[in-house]
């Protein structure tokens, strides 16, 4: 433990069971299992717990906390008891029933669907325009380097940012992970930034995969940072 090779996890409660010991910090495991548990299907938080220890299930909504604000895990609003999920909660799965209820209505009074939907829109009013609309690469490198140095104000001098971290930051700018990516490799292509790649990629989960970008190597880019020369 002293020498970095082996980890404890310590229970927070008085009574507490025996510690865990694990090679790798626990918090990075945990957080591993609870992606890839989600991966495909939902969980509410009782069902993220009942495998786990007792030692890991009590701070299993602290580990969680990160993951929600980074945007990384969603809650979707209860249904059949509250969830979380890797997807956004469509509003579809949540309101059928009072859109339903809306259209027998309408067709009651003599509303076609059609009718209805286009008056929904009219009382919703007409779709804001992005003030962020991208038009030329200067633009979108100014964009791309100011989020980098709201995310890290060291990025100005040369400091890296993690690239998930970048995409989320930039979601209302570049609405698709494909434009992001390209965007990112034409300013490396340009030589306007410098790109890092993950040093062990067979450890990466799928998720952690998705959410960098492919650097044709077999690795994958994870950090980028803004030339200096």
Same mark, same amino acid.
């Given at each position: 433990m002293a020498a970095g090779r082996l980890f404890q996890w310590q229970a927070k409660a008085a009574k507490a069971p025996a510690p865990i010991y694990s090679l790798e910090l626990l918090p990075g495991l945990v957080i591993r299992y609870i992606l890839g548990r989600l991966d495909g299907k939902d969980a509410t938080l009782a069902?993220?717990?009942?495998?786990?220890?007792?030692?890991?299930?009590?701070?299993?909504?602290?580990?969680?906390?990160?993951?929600?604000?980074?945007?990384?895990?969603?809650w979707h609003p209860p249904f059949k008891g509250r969830y979380l999920s890797l997807r956004d909660p469509n509003p579809l799965d949540f309101l059928s029933p009072e859109i339903r209820k809306l259209l027998d209505k309408g067709k009651r009074l003599g509303f076609s669907p059609e009718a209805v939907s286009h008056a929904v829109q009219q009382w919703i009013g007409p779709k804001e325009v992005s003030p962020i609309a991208p038009r030329s690469a200067s633009e979108i490198q100014e964009i791309i380097f100011q989020a980098?140095? !709201?995310? +890290?104000?060291?990025?100005?001098?040369?400091? #890296?940012v993690y690239l998930p971290d970048l995409r989320d930051a930039l979601r209302e700018v570049? !609405?698709? +992970?494909?434009?992001?990516?390209?965007?990112? #490799?034409?300013?490396a292509e340009t030589e306007e930034v410098q790109l890092q790649s993950h040093s062990l990629p067979a450890k990466l989960s799928e998720e952690e995969r998705r959410s960098m970008i492919d650097n044709g190597r077999g690795s994958y880019f994870m950090a980028i940072g803004i030339r200096m020369e």
């Open positions: 069902e993220l717990k009942k495998p786990l220890p007792p030692h890991i299930r009590n701070s299993l909504k602290e580990l969680l906390e990160p993951l929600v604000q980074e945007k990384k895990v969603k980098m140095k !709201r995310l +890290k104000p060291a990025a100005s001098t040369g400091a #890296l570049f !609405r698709d +992970k494909d434009s992001f990516d390209q965007a990112i #490799l034409k300013l």
